[in-house]
């Protein structure tokens, strides 16, 4: 079956920079995306990875590892309006997104 | 990039009863999706819909259950039928256009519908 690991929540602190993990295992591979939701709104793109390495976009960088079936989203300079769910997305062989269940980041003062 | 109406944002039903959700993308595109998701878990497809042909249902949907329209390449519409609690989720439409890298999904706000 197709899965997508992520952790259910992380506690950071404001300022702090803070790394989301995300692995897969997928019927073949045509990109992964991460998301941001905020609670009780919908998903908006972040970023998106198809190459092995880092993208990095401002505040948040994201990395790949395709032989690993591995990657993270990196978010710098915390602040309080990044408190929000952040879903990993697979694209698999059949250009279907797989989505994580998302990983609850909660930044503290 | 795509702007995606979805309405009701919410609703409060009755089991038994059925709701209808609309989804309205600021331009044309051939597949709309339905997703489902529950708190703390991932966003669950509950269907494809393209534009003159029958939605393709996921495991574990039904027709019956969730019928859809697409009468045109902007509009699409998911009923849920014959409510129960167990239906009591947020339910989100997704269009999937060209953005800055590769095909992103873009959203509607989300139905959230509580069934009691």
């Known amino acids: 079956g197709q899965n997508i690991d992520q952790p259910t929540e992380m506690t950071a602190t404001e300022g702090a920079i803070v790394q989301i993990n995300c692995t897969y295992q997928t019927s073949g591979f045509n990109g992964l995306f991460w998301y941001q939701q905020h609670a009780g709104e919908a998903p908006t793109f972040l970023s998106y990875n198809v190459l092995d390495g880092l993208e990095e976009k401002g505040r948040f960088s994201s990395f790949l590892s395709r032989s690993k079936g591995y990657s993270y989203l990196l978010l710098k300079e915390l602040q309080m309006k990044d408190s929000a769910s952040y879903l990993c997305a697979v694209r698999d062989s059949n250009y279907q997104l797989i989505w994580g269940a998302g990983t609850k980041l909660i930044i503290k003062p | 990039s795509a702007v995606i109406s979805q309405k009701p944002s919410r609703d409060i039903c009755q089991r038994g009863t059925s709701l209808t959700i609309q989804c309205q993308v600021d331009?044309?595109?051939?597949?709309m999706f339905w997703y489902r998701q529950q708190p703390g878990q991932s966003l669950t497809l509950i269907a494809t819909a393209n534009q003159g042909s029958e939605a393709t249902y996921e495991s574990g949907f039904v027709i019956d259950k969730f019928p859809i329209s697409r009468p045109n390449l902007t509009f699409s519409t998911l009923t849920v039928s014959n409510m129960s609690p167990e239906d009591s989720s947020i339910y989100l439409c997704?269009?999937?256009?060209?953005?800055?890298?590769?095909?992103?999904?873009?959203f509607g706000q989300g139905t959230r519908l509580t069934v009691v």
């Open positions: 997704s269009v999937e256009k060209k953005g800055t890298g590769d095909t992103e999904a873009f």
């Open positions: 331009s044309q595109v051939t597949m």
